[in-house]
């Protein structure tokens, strides 16, 4: 009888142990489920970063050739005679002027 009892209460103990590792093992299965969810989320942003990143690149080096093409031309421009000095002069000082307005229309509008 003694035996008997012992092998009832060593099933009930192994029965236990089952039941308490299916609930560890479904918890950790969650946790790897929601880590990998996260991973993902984490490559997707960083995939998107890494376009839009890239896509600076292009609009900077765009950028730095009009730039580049505009300073070759202002530079030629002021090279040459004395008649384009007087543009140049005129057209710097119109730039000045209109950057003058602009930023005294810009700081009227915000208030």
Do not use: P
Not at 8 to 30: P, Y
Request: charge should be positive; proline fraction near 0%; aromatic fraction near 6%.
């Amino acid at each position: 009888m003694a035996d008997w009892t012992r092998a009832q209460n060593s099933g009930a103990v192994e029965e236990i142990l089952d039941r308490e590792n299916k609930r560890m093992a479904d918890s950790l299965a969650s946790k790897v489920t929601r880590l990998k969810s996260l991973a993902l989320d984490i490559d997707r942003d960083a995939e998107d970063q890494n376009r839009y990143l890239d896509g600076m690149d292009s609009d900077f080096t765009s950028m730095t050739g009009l730039l580049t093409g505009s300073m070759k031309r202002f530079s030629t421009m002021a090279r040459s005679g004395r008649d384009n000095r007087k543009l140049l002069c005129g057209m710097a000082l119109g730039l000045i002027v209109a950057f003058f307005i602009l930023s005294y229309l810009l700081s009227r509008a915000r208030t």
